[in-house]
Nanobody, 116 residues
């Protein structure tokens, strides 16, 4: 069983920055991909960025390119999302997703609110 816990959300003014953190814990496991997703009210969850464990290849949604940076610490089973130049349209619940083989484990989500 894998537990995923996010932290770092909050309230920030437009143009500000936030850093989200996520740590996975549980029984012995090998993570394939670690990622960040977000969900707007009434919408489906969407990819923000993910990073592979094999070669640290990162993929970003167009909305995140140039503003957000994903990184990971394999020793800590952790993934981070540095978000800069935040916009009100970035306001959402952000979820960490951990892919192990074919299963995705989700955290409980962390709210990010950007005021104009």
């Amino acid at each position: 069983q894998v537990q995923v816990v996010e932290s770092g959300g909050g309230f920030v003014q437009a143009g500000g920055s936030l850093r989200l953190s996520c740590v996975a814990s549980g029984n012995s496991f090998s993570i394939d991909v670690m990622g960040w997703y977000r969900q707007f009210p009434g919408k489906q969850r969407e990819l923000v960025a993910h990073i592979t464990s094999t070669d640290d290849a990162a993929t970003y949604a167009d909305s995140a390119k140039g503003r957000f940076t994903i990184s990971r610490d394999s020793a800590k089973n952790s993934v981070y999302l540095e978000m800069n130049s935040l916009k009100p349209e970035d306001t959402a619940v952000y979820y960490c997703g951990i892919v192990i083989r074919t299963l995705v484990y989700w955290g409980q989500g962390t709210q990010v609110t950007v005021s104009s």
